[in-house]
């Protein structure tokens, strides 16, 4: 079966930092350029970060650049998201995805949530 | 990023037809034909239901259509069920501002 899976979610105060890991399973994950989507409570979804399948380029949205930073591991079918400088706008469930075909994906994780306040 | 606009809700009974719109700028949804169409239930992921504008994945009922005209983008649900009752989010490929999703449309199924 095809899946992704998040996990390292949590609740953080303002200005710290959490990491967020997806492991993906059942397809060859250096296959494809992997991205994090995310969505506050209530709220619809927000593209955060795409990376591409060797790691050479990475692409943020402009609310995050300078304080997140996507990453990955190929022999360990892993994706990261390293979230530092945190803020209450950053609360959100946070999804990985796999684009099954250009700019749109076809296979989600189930989200982690992460939750900034003190 | 701003966001792609989409009309909040949208209804339609059983059986009938109903289009959601998202409409972006020339430099998205005009700009390109890299329009997705997602469903998503209460709790859970997204679903991809429209990619490129108007193809579906495998296994997405053929009820489910896309177009595109000018800087709109267009999903339509015909032969309303009730479990198509969801919120739907559109996306496009957005250049160097990389990937930008509407604000979504709750669709209720009377």
């Known amino acids: 079966e095809v899946q992704l899976v998040e996990s390292g979610g949590g609740l953080v105060q303002p200005g710290g930092s959490l990491r967020l890991s997806c492991v993906g399973s059942g397809f060859t994950f250096s296959g494809y350029w992997m991205t994090w989507v995310r969505q506050a409570p209530g709220k619809g979804l927000e593209w955060v970060a795409t990376i591409k399948q060797d790691g050479s380029e990475k692409y943020y949205v402009d609310s995050v650049k300078g304080r997140f930073s996507i990453s990955g591991d190929n022999a360990k079918n892993s994706l990261y998201l390293q979230m530092n400088s945190l803020r209450a706008d950053d609360t959100a469930v946070y999804y990985c995805?796999?684009?099954?075909?250009?700019?749109?994906?076809?296979?989600w994780g189930q989200g982690t949530m992460v939750t900034v306040s003190s | 990023q701003s966001a792609l606009t989409q009309p909040p809700s949208a209804s339609g009974s059983p059986g009938q037809s109903v289009t959601i719109s998202c409409t972006g700028t020339?430099?998205?949804?005009?700009?390109?034909?890299?329009v997705s169409w997602y469903q998503q239930h209460p709790g859970k992921a997204p679903k991809l239901m429209i990619y490129?504008?108007?193809k579906r994945p495998s296994g997405v009922p053929d009820r489910f259509s896309g177009s595109k005209s000018g800087n709109t983008a267009s999903l339509t649900v015909s032969g309303l069920q009730a479990e198509d009752e969801a919120d739907y989010y559109c996306s496009s490929f957005a250049g160097s501002r990389g990937l930008i999703f509407g604000g979504g449309t709750k669709l209720t199924v009377l």
């Open positions: 490129e504008v108007s």
């Open positions: 995805a796999r684009p099954g075909y250009y700019h749109a994906f076809d296979i």
């Open positions: 020339s430099s998205d949804v005009g700009g390109y034909n890299y």
